[in-house]
């Protein structure tokens, strides 16, 4: 009976000591993830706050581009532009790509132009070699990584479209991707093995112009 009670007490206190084991793995699960959370949403801000920073050193020159050479203006739109295009990006299979150009504007032109003091070569995309590619297997899940909250932007829309058609006939054949912002996807599908472009415009409530994010889509057989 004596051997008994001290077989269940062992029994009681390894019970206890895995359990307190467990407690104590899932607060540091707990505490890594809260850490990791708040570490993330430092590196927004900072992100945000940056790109804010050189807009406002952007528009101060182009309020005065009579009195400034084009190669400050360049050299501040690159600038805004290494700094913007952190602020949006594309996931697929765990990998993240960046838009391979961007653009900004008070308003939309032509439906789908950010034209500023730059023009918006969109449509001229793939007729260098500068520009970067997202490789995309068919069955692919693209997920949109952006700094902003889905519910901070007045407008959050993508169209997709063909480069050669384009270059041909503007923008009229472009299609918008439906874009679910509680998943985050994008219900893209490429329709051809060719290049695609696909490009996000963006607007900000609380900002007073539009920007234009432009992907290119490199297709690969399975």
Request: hydrophobic residues 40%; aromatic residues 10%.
């Amino acid at each position: 009976m004596k051997r008994n009670c001290e077989l269940i007490k062992i029994q009681v206190y390894s019970i206890t000591l895995v359990l307190v084991n467990l407690a104590s793995i899932s607060g540091n699960f707990a505490n890594a993830a809260e850490h990791a959370k708040k570490t993330a949403e430092s590196q927004r801000t900072d992100l945000l706050n940056m790109a804010k920073k050189r807009e406002r050193e952007f528009f101060k020159l182009a309020s005065d581009e009579n009195q400034i050479g084009l190669t400050a203006m360049n050299n501040s739109m690159k600038a805004l532009e290494e700094s913007e295009i952190k602020l949006l990006s594309l996931e697929i299979r765990g990998k993240r790509y960046a838009p391979t150009s961007f653009y900004l504007a008070p308003k939309i032109s032509n439906g789908f132009e950010c034209s500023m003091i730059f023009a918006d070569d969109t449509i001229h995309t793939c007729e260098g070699t500068s520009f970067t590619t997202v490789p995309m297997r068919s069955g692919d899940k693209i997920k949109v990584l952006s700094a902003w909250s889905f519910a901070d932007c007045e407008s959050f829309r993508f169209y997709s479209g063909n480069p050669g058609e384009m270059h041909n006939s503007g923008y009229k054949k472009v299609s918008e991707v439906r874009f679910d912002p509680k998943t985050g996807l994008l219900d893209y599908k490429f329709t051809t093995h060719n290049h695609e472009l696909l490009f996000a415009l963006i607007k900000v409530r609380s900002d007073a112009f539009f920007r234009k994010f432009v992907f290119v889509i490199s297709p690969e057989l399975n």
